[in-house]
């Protein structure tokens, strides 16, 4: 099993649709977990971080954690064009790791 | 200047070569981090720094060698590259190292984007 799983997609969603982006990890003891964003060609850039569980919501952006389920994903309200991007997990595994563990990230389109 | 910044953005460099990638963070952040992303691949952790002494060399081989002479700056020296190390090679930074929460978030540079014929 791999310690941090994404969909690769790609995620295809309408402009100004709901995207869900979802991302489920190994480790139980993880603390910190991280959505970033990158664009073709561009490095990763941070969107939102989580600690607890529940939502947590940033402009278009809401991050939901689950920790008992060992789940997070991220939603895209009203979804752009500009946000068709490759949406990378990261979770802080705590066993013998002294960094960010990544997924393979999920490819997401946004059709005008 | 401010944020990470990387040098070259991009290098071409023959097999038989010698580089070096440079990384500075201008964020007075402790913890430096080196990362391979190669096509279609997930991000590989290469190298992670804490105050200028390594703490994690994740198997990577020999003929990458990396550097850090303060908490500001880190090198990537390179030597005797092979076809299938070309990727994109990432350098980020964070306030910590497993200090929980907002001190671990990683910012990243803009990469160097690395030939190898």
């Known amino acids: 099993q791999k310690e941090v799983e994404q969909n690769s997609g790609p995620l295809s969603v309408p402009e100004g649709a709901i995207a869900s982006l979802n991302c489920t990890y190994s480790?139980?003891?993880?603390?910190?977990f991280f959505w970033y964003r990158q664009y073709s060609g561009k490095s990763p850039e941070l969107i939102m971080s989580?600690?607890?569980?529940g939502d947590k919501e940033d402009g278009r952006f809401t991050a939901q954690l689950n920790k008992a389920s060992q789940y997070v994903s991220l939603l895209i309200r009203d979804s752009q064009p500009s946000d068709s991007a490759t949406y990378l997990c990261a979770v802080m595994i705590r066993a013998g790791r002294r960094a960010l563990t990544f997924g393979s990230g999920t490819r997401l389109q946004v059709q005008p | 200047e401010t944020g990470v910044t990387q040098t070259p953005r991009h290098l071409v460099m023959g097999m038989t070569n010698k580089k070096s990638l440079k990384c500075e963070q201008h964020?007075?952040?402790?913890?430096m981090y080196w990362y391979k992303q190669s096509a279609k691949k997930p991000l590989e952790l290469m190298f992670v720094y804490s105050l200028e002494e390594r703490v994690e060399n994740n198997s990577v081989p020999s003929r990458f060698s990396p550097e850090c002479p303060n908490s500001s700056h880190l090198f990537l020296h390179l030597h005797t590259l092979q076809p299938e190390d070309s990727a994109l090679y990432l350098c980020a930074s964070s306030q910590d190292l497993m200090a929980g929460g907002r001190q671990e978030t990683q910012y990243f540079g803009p990469g160097t984007r690395l030939l190898v014929l």
């Open positions: 989580i600690y607890s569980n």
């Open positions: 964020l007075g952040h402790n913890a």
């Open positions: 480790d139980r003891v993880s603390q910190s």
